[in-house]
């Protein structure tokens, strides 16, 4: 009897998938009577829901008609003048690789994940951004797409184009490793310093499986960790700033957008 897990049994990475987004989205088209159409170029994930809510509440946010899934609405919002889609609660890897796939056969062509993420290495005092430029795979999603590794990167034309949007944000964001998990309240102790001992940031739940969807299907995704909490071992964690951390958060999502739009930019390398 086979005693290994299945997670790296029976991967197939260069053969394509029997059950396809375009497929899905398809069908939800037909029984939901929604129009064709495309989502807005650049978009959001947002797992905490703070931005949605925000922008919900402000009025400045409505749900997109183009937009056929079954689970979620997308938001189309504009600033500084670029239209940004965006979906709340999107949270751990699987959630946000299927939403993901489906965002870029949409009309998506550059994701940014916002995600609340607990402090390894405490370089300030929360909360702060971390560009995630490496993962530590430490969930099932990834080994779906990749190879097993114990890291999945940041594309370098990726970070190269991070660099030029994020070098006038104040405050300055960190840059470095994250933990990506499946199961937040199993970090342990000898787990967190472990982490900490490799030089990881920050532990969240879906930039591993986002890197590998991005690298495996080359498409631009760029994660960043909002560190928030020291989880949770001290009363008073988890306060985010201004608006519930949205203030910030749609400052940088701006800044790297701009960006990307004024920037020729466009993945070549071999993502292999």
């Known amino acids: ?10 991967k197939h990475f260069a053969q394509p998938a029997v059950f396809q987004p375009d497929n ?31 922008l919900a509440r402000t009025k400045l946010a409505e749900p997109d008609p183009a ?15 670029t239209t940004f889609g965006i979906i709340g609660c999107a949270v751990g890897g699987p959630f946000a690789v299927l939403l993901a796939e489906q965002m870029f056969v949409s009309g ?3 994701l940014i994940s916002v995600t609340s993420a607990g402090q390894i290495t405490p370089t300030r005092t929360p909360p702060y951004f971390v560009l995630i430029e490496r993962a530590l795979r430490d969930e099932g999603t990834s080994h779906h797409y990749l190879p097993p ?16 949007g994020l070098r006038d944000l104040n405050p300055a964001v960190e840059r470095g490793a994250a933990w990506t998990t499946d199961a937040p309240y ?7 310093e472990a982490a900490r001992a490799e030089g990881v940031l920050a532990v969240e739940m879906e930039a591993a499986s986002l890197y590998a969807f991005a690298r495996a299907k080359q498409k631009p995704v760029i994660c960043f960790a ?13 306060e985010k700033g201004e608006a519930d951390g949205t203030a910030a958060s749609l400052r940088l999502v701006e800044a790297v957008a701009q960006s990307w739009k004024h920037t ?6 071999d993502l292999r």
């Open 1 to 10: 009897m086979p005693t290994e897990s299945p997670l790296f049994e029976n």
């Open 24 to 54: 899905l989205m398809r069908e939800t088209r037909r029984q939901k009577g929604l129009p064709r159409g495309k989502i807005p170029q650049v978009c959001i994930l947002d797992p905490d829901g703070d931005m949605v809510a925000h």
């Open 67 to 81: 937009w056929a899934c079954y689970h979620t609405t997308l938001y189309r919002f504009e600033r500084a003048g």
């Open 108 to 110: 998506c062509e550059l």
């Open 149 to 164: 590794a114990r890291y999945v990167s940041l594309l370098p034309t990726l970070r190269e184009h991070c660099e030029m």
């Open 186 to 192: 199993r970090e342990t102790a000898e787990a967190i």
């Open 226 to 238: 909002h560190i928030t909490n020291r989880m949770g071992v001290e009363e008073g964690d988890f």
């Open 264 to 269: 020729s930019f466009a993945v070549t390398e």
